[in-house]
């Protein structure tokens, strides 16, 4: 199905001579570039104007049958076209895909100025071509770079800083936050709220102790809906370039991350934890603080982290144990289930 135009703005068309350059693709002999397509559509419900792709060999019989007028395959699959459908080779279709599809729907540009209810205090700087939203809040010292988006209910605490072209959208809120360029809170997101710090005083009460430290986000950090990231206690939490930050996970506060992390739905990562570069964390994934998560280590989903994971290995279960070795505890574990066979 084509995408709902209510929703998402007109498609641009493209020729096919522009999709292929840029996919870095060459035109198969006797194609025509000159060919309008108007969107993009699944294989199985693609027509002759929308261009589709096919990601891996299960869809082979689905690319046979496809109605696209051109697909993104790899270069292995493209003989498996139909007449009528342009394959264009790529080495990695789900990425060409992401660049097609932003060609036929790019991201929506701020629509530059200031909503009157908005309440933005007169030290805050505002960067040029900003669209503020209604009910938006920002504070004393506050400096928003140009060409970003405050959605609606949107407050941006004093002092805080986003570089250019972030996008803080609906009920998102950013205190003690610096943040870098091409930033993202969707909907709902917390960043910068006080860390679950306390002291457990003689009369059995709790005595706060004062959370010190910033948030720091790097360039293109996206933080999904309703997650949260408390700031510091005593040094920084750090969020690092390119992370990517699903819906519904607490980042606590002193943890440090590195470059191009991927933390998934309900990931809860406690305080003072370090992740290296390129880590990815499956959903509901626990991890205990004051841990090391070594470079490009995986964390399969709902696991229990309470140790050290070295760089580029593979964890699993709880307690997370490389992923050989949790499945055959799990194996085993299993077999005490087993009923007793009796010997005559």
Do not use: W
Request: charged share 15%; aromatic share 4%; proline share 7%.
């Amino acid at each position: 199905m084509a995408a709902d135009p209510r929703f998402f703005g007109q498609s641009c068309p493209q020729p096919l001579a522009a999709i292929a350059a840029r996919v870095g693709a060459a035109l198969p002999e006797g194609a025509d570039g000159d060919m309008i397509f108007t969107g993009t559509a699944p294989l199985d419900g693609a027509a002759a104007q929308q261009i589709a792709y096919m990601e891996s060999r299960r869809y082979l019989a689905a690319l046979r049958a496809t109605g696209a007028g051109a697909v993104l395959c790899a270069p292995e699959h493209a003989a498996a076209a139909p007449p009528g459908c342009v394959a264009l080779a790529v080495a990695d279709p789900h990425l060409a895909f992401a660049r097609v599809a932003k060609l036929f729907f790019p991201p929506p540009a701020p629509r530059p100025g200031i909503h009157t209810t908005a309440i933005v205090a007169d030290s805050a700087e505002i960067g040029s071509g900003c669209e503020i939203g209604p009910y938006a809040v920002i504070g004393e010292g506050a400096r928003i770079g140009p060409d970003s988006l405050l959605g609606a209910h949107v407050v941006v605490g004093p002092g805080c800083v986003f570089g250019r072209g972030c996008h803080l959208l609906a009920h998102s809120s950013a205190s003690h936050t610096i943040a870098g360029d091409g930033v993202v809170l969707h909907p709902g997101a917390r960043v910068g709220q006080d860390g679950f710090g306390f002291a457990l005083a003689p009369d059995g009460g709790f005595e706060t102790i004062p959370q010190l430290g910033r948030v720091l986000l790097g360039d293109r950090v996206e933080v999904g809906a309703n997650s949260c990231i408390d700031r510091g206690g005593q040094q920084d939490t750090v969020i690092g370039t390119g992370t990517r930050i699903d819906n519904l996970v607490q980042i606590a506060h002193n943890v440090t991350m590195g470059r191009g992390c991927v933390i998934v739905a309900q990931v809860g990562i406690a305080g003072s934890t370090t992740l290296g570069d390129y880590v990815t964390l499956a959903g509901q994934a626990g991890l205990a603080g004051h841990l090391s998560i070594g470079n490009k280590a995986r964390v399969g989903a709902q696991a229990g982290v309470i140790g050290n994971v070295p760089a580029g290995q593979d964890v699993f279960g709880t307690p997370a144990l490389p992923v050989r070795e949790s499945l055959r505890a799990f194996a085993r574990f299993r077999q005490l289930g087993q009923p007793i066979s009796k010997k005559a």
